[in-house]
């Protein structure tokens, strides 16, 4: 739908002052005013396409939890030259796909978590521009100082200048139109928010700049397109795959379970009391007896144990590997570097979906020399994952490692070989060779825009696939196999 520009101020104030008359999740009182009108002005500032005010009161009032005190005794909104079928038709469709829209739960309850004021306005400007660019709903554009000079007003000063614009003209024809491509654009639409949207709302990212969330925006894009190719079993391993014993450590056992029941082996400290009732004073007795025909009884303890096995996926960026990564070929959507953490990422969620009874940590490896100049050269890619692995950094399943040379990363997986079952990734744009012992090395060359892959000491080959983006899904897949 097409964006108006009101250049006049006079109609921008009746649009913006009619508009609070519409909303629905609340009834239009002077305490409903003043945060619509403060949502409204976050987004005008933004340069977001202005959807009616009534719609971002309604947005704010279901986001903030603002509408369920006043959800009872709520009287039908009866307004002069206003459609009778319009607002019942607007609740039905769009305040009905506000409810029961599971994105906009989850983004609502991230939300909540934003500091009251200009932070959970700018949030929900956020979710707006969200909106706005997937359904290309209607707006208009205006000074924000329109909206500013409303909020200098009393807010019933607000609403009796609305209504009495209403009475003299009628509801703005530009309302009618828009509430209409509300309701339309809501048939539509399957959901209001996007995955990646969820995830910038959870993570806090959503109130950073718009360049700093691009790159972020599209790993977690071509992460959903990569994990969408997957199956959702867990992949079968391939055949002949290498795999090493993990050695299990004291820390690595859990005795599971208390006295289970009694049986007639024991120790003496599990003996029943109530069997030295049979010692006599001359011997042998039937204590003995019992004893030697094994008919004592003791508490017997379930000394089952649970044993989870320790793995380690180290991925290894070698020197001279960025000049390929942000590199966009004409045949890939995103960038060689966006895809690479893409595929990263997938490979984290599905490994800790499909190994959960197992103890797994990811390590990622740079190369920085050992001096003070040296300056990481992947420092931009490991801050977009520390961004994305948040949560995991923090309860230490992912972690960073700098290294100094390439020579010191065998020591390093030999390292970590004797104490779990460990994985190595090694990704360059020059084939670099890797002898660790007891490791599982997994080689992948990124020098155009398909992957190569193979194991230690064979040929690096490309995966099969249609075109780039399936190679790439195609690689993903055989990592899986090479892991699980």
Same mark, same amino acid.
């Given at each position: 739908?097409?964006?108006?520009?009101?250049?006049?101020?006079?109609?921008?104030?009746?649009?913006?002052?009619?508009?609070?008359?519409?909303?629905?999740?609340?009834?239009?009182?002077?305490?409903?005013?003043?945060?619509?009108?403060?949502?409204?002005?976050?987004?005008?500032?933004?340069?977001?396409?202005?959807?009616?005010?009534?719609?971002?009161?309604?947005?704010?009032?279901?986001?903030?939890?603002?509408?369920?005190?006043?959800?009872?005794?709520?009287?039908?909104?009866?307004?002069?030259?206003?459609?009778?079928?319009?607002?019942?038709?607007?609740?039905?469709?769009?305040?009905?796909?506000?409810?029961?829209?599971?994105?906009?739960?989850?983004?609502?309850?991230?939300?909540?978590?934003?500091?009251?004021?200009?932070?959970?306005?700018?949030?929900?400007?956020?979710?707006?521009?969200?909106?706005?660019?997937?359904?290309?709903?209607?707006?208009?554009?205006?000074?924000?100082?329109?909206?500013?000079?409303?909020?200098?007003?009393?807010?019933?000063?607000?609403?009796?200048?609305?209504?009495?614009?209403?009475?003299?003209?009628?509801?703005?024809?530009?309302?009618?139109?828009?509430?209409?491509?509300?309701?339309?654009?809501?048939?539509?639409?399957?959901?209001?928010?996007?995955?990646?949207?969820?995830?910038?709302?959870?993570?806090?990212?959503?109130?950073?700049?718009?360049?700093?969330?691009?790159? =972020? !925006?599209?790993? +977690?894009?071509?992460?959903?397109?990569? &994990?969408?190719?997957?199956? $959702?079993? @867990?992949?079968?391993? %391939?055949?002949?795959?290498?795999?090493?014993?993990?050695?299990?450590?004291?820390?690595?056992?859990?005795?599971?379970?208390?006295?289970?029941?009694?049986?007639?082996?024991?120790?003496?400290?599990?003996?029943?009391?109530?069997?030295?009732?049979?010692?006599?004073?001359?011997?042998?007795?039937?204590?003995?007896?019992?004893? =030697? !025909?094994?008919? +004592?009884?003791?508490?017997?303890?379930? &000394?089952?144990?649970?044993? $989870?096995? @320790?793995?380690?996926? %180290?991925?290894?960026?070698?020197?001279?590997?960025?000049?390929?990564?942000?590199?966009?070929?004409?045949?890939?959507?995103?960038?060689?570097?966006?895809?690479?953490?893409?595929?990263?990422?997938?490979?984290?969620?599905?490994?800790?979906?499909?190994?959960?009874?197992?103890?797994?940590?990811?390590?990622?490896?740079?190369?920085?020399?050992?001096?003070?100049?040296?300056?990481?050269?992947?420092?931009?890619?490991?801050?977009?994952?520390?961004?994305?692995?948040?949560?995991?950094?923090?309860?230490?399943?992912?972690?960073?490692?700098?290294?100094?040379?390439?020579?010191?990363?065998?020591?390093?997986?030999?390292?970590?070989?004797?104490?779990?079952?460990?994985?190595?990734?090694?990704?360059?744009?020059?084939?670099?060779?890797?002898?660790?012992?007891?490791?599982?090395?997994?080689?992948?060359?990124?020098?155009?825009?398909?992957?190569?892959?193979?194991?230690?000491?064979?040929?690096?080959?490309?995966?099969?696939?249609?075109?780039?983006?399936?190679?790439?899904?195609?690689?993903?897949?055989?990592?899986?196999?090479?892991?699980?």
């Amino acid at each position: 739908m097409a964006i108006q520009e009101l250049r006049d101020p006079e109609e921008a104030r009746h649009y913006i002052y009619q508009s609070l008359w519409l909303q629905r999740a609340m009834q239009p009182t002077a305490l409903s005013v003043r945060p619509a009108l403060s949502w409204a002005l976050e987004v005008a500032s933004e340069g977001i396409p202005l959807p009616p005010v009534g719609f971002i009161a309604d947005l704010g009032a279901v986001a903030f939890g603002m509408d369920w005190e006043a959800r009872t005794n709520r009287q039908p909104l009866i307004l002069p030259g206003l459609p009778p079928h319009l607002l019942p038709t607007y609740e039905d469709h769009v305040l009905g796909k506000i409810y029961a829209d599971w994105s906009f739960t989850h983004a609502a309850e991230a939300m909540r978590c934003y500091a009251e004021g200009r932070d959970r306005a700018r949030a929900l400007a956020f979710v707006i521009r969200q909106f706005q660019e997937r359904t290309q709903g209607p707006g208009v554009e205006m000074a924000p100082g329109i909206i500013a000079a409303a909020l200098d007003l009393a807010p019933d000063e607000v609403l009796r200048l609305g209504y009495e614009i209403i009475e003299r003209e009628g509801v703005h024809p530009l309302l009618i139109a828009h509430y209409e491509g509300l309701i339309q654009v809501a048939r539509r639409m399957a959901e209001m928010l996007g995955s990646e949207d969820i995830f910038e709302l959870q993570h806090g990212t959503a109130l950073d700049e718009e360049g700093e969330r691009l790159a =972020l !925006r599209q790993v +977690l894009r071509a992460a959903q397109q990569l &994990e969408a190719t997957l199956p $959702r079993h @867990r992949v079968r391993p %391939l055949p002949r795959r290498e795999e090493v014993p993990t050695r299990v450590l004291d820390e690595d056992t859990y005795p599971v379970g208390g006295f289970s029941s009694i049986s007639t082996r024991g120790s003496l400290e599990s003996l029943l009391h109530s069997q030295l009732a049979y010692m006599e004073g001359e011997r042998p007795d039937l204590f003995d007896i019992k004893y =030697l !025909r094994d008919e +004592l009884l003791f508490y017997s303890r379930d &000394e089952n144990q649970f044993l $989870r096995r @320790r793995r380690s996926f %180290l991925i290894a960026f070698f020197p001279g590997l960025i000049e390929k990564l942000r590199f966009k070929d004409a045949e890939l959507p995103y960038q060689r570097g966006i895809l690479l953490l893409a595929t990263l990422l997938v490979i984290e969620r599905k490994l800790t979906e499909w190994l959960s009874t197992d103890a797994l940590q990811f390590e990622f490896i740079c190369f920085v020399p050992d001096n003070e100049a040296a300056v990481n050269p992947m420092q931009a890619e490991r801050e977009l994952l520390e961004r994305l692995w948040r949560e995991e950094i923090a309860n230490g399943t992912v972690c960073f490692t700098t290294l100094p040379t390439p020579a010191a990363l065998p020591l390093h997986c030999a390292q970590r070989a004797r104490r779990s079952m460990c994985h190595c990734l090694t990704v360059f744009a020059q084939p670099q060779p890797l002898d660790a012992p007891q490791t599982v090395v997994t080689r992948m060359q990124l020098a155009g825009p398909s992957p190569a892959l193979g194991s230690n000491g064979e040929a690096l080959v490309i995966p099969e696939g249609e075109d780039a983006l399936e190679r790439w899904a195609s690689a993903l897949r055989q990592i899986l196999q090479r892991w699980i």
